[in-house]
């Protein structure tokens, strides 16, 4: 049964990668299920950095790098807070824990979505909150995606835009989540590599299926994806 949700699981994220954002959620709840929360967030990291190199190759040039410059440093800062709080952090609170970011992320994308206005914000009151929250939110639970997903509307940018931005920013963030995972929470061992490896062909099918999906998805449809995914991870994620 593990295997099984293993292999969904990195099926999805590889489709997620791939640009259809929002499917994060599903994969780490997998994940989670699977191998238990915390152990999950360890080795579902080289897999993540597979699809990342498969995304940031592939959506290279539509990167709108003035967005990532402006997110970035708040997300680092995110990403310190995490793991000083993530370190020692009981199982049980951990998991209720990333359930709490999704509902909280899936408030935050939802009221977004119902505002009319065409305003793009540019105060660092706007980018700062959401990028800590991002940085936190992807150190301890790998659930950086809603927040990031959040800001990248905000700045209405156009679907290939939004999927080669944020693959950039994913790549950087998890590249600089690494030593934390080895050294510090040591949730990466030779075993949990062992089963990434016998896990990459999933993903490497879930990049393929991906591509072909986004290909069909116009901007407005995209946009409607990412909101209702998030609503049905949000509820998946209360029966872990």
């Not at 929002?22 to 929360?37: E, H, K, P, R, Y």
Request: glycine share 8%; hydrophobic share 60%; with cysteine.
């Amino acid at each position: 049964m593990a295997w099984t949700l293993a292999f969904t699981a990195t099926f999805l994220m590889g489709t997620s990668k791939a640009g259809l954002k929002g499917l994060s959620i599903f994969n780490v709840t997998l994940f989670a299920l699977a191998f238990g929360a915390r152990m999950s967030t360890g080795l579902i990291m080289p897999l993540l950095i597979v699809g990342d190199i498969f995304a940031v190759v592939y959506y290279n040039r539509h990167t709108q790098w003035k967005y990532i410059f402006k997110f970035l440093p708040w997300m680092v800062l995110g990403i310190l807070v995490g793991a000083f709080v993530g370190k020692d952090l009981p199982e049980e609170e951990f998991k209720w824990g990333m359930v709490l970011v999704i509902f909280i992320s899936l408030g935050l994308l939802i009221w977004w979505d119902k505002r009319k206005s065409t305003h793009i914000p540019t105060h660092w009151l706007f980018a700062g909150p959401i990028g800590i929250m991002a940085g936190i939110c992807t150190m301890i639970g790998n659930l950086a995606g809603a927040f990031t997903n959040i800001f990248f509307l905000a700045m209405r940018l156009p679907k290939n835009e939004f999927v080669g931005t944020a693959a950039w920013l994913f790549f950087i963030t998890n590249l600089l989540k690494l030593p934390f995972h080895i050294f510090v929470w040591k949730t990466i061992s030779y075993d949990t590599l062992m089963i990434d490896l016998k896990l990459l062909p999933a993903i490497a099918v879930g990049l393929f299926a991906g591509v072909s999906v986004v290909k069909l998805i116009n901007d407005r449809n995209y946009k409607r994806f990412i909101l209702i995914v998030t609503a049905i991870g949000a509820v998946a994620m209360l029966f872990r």
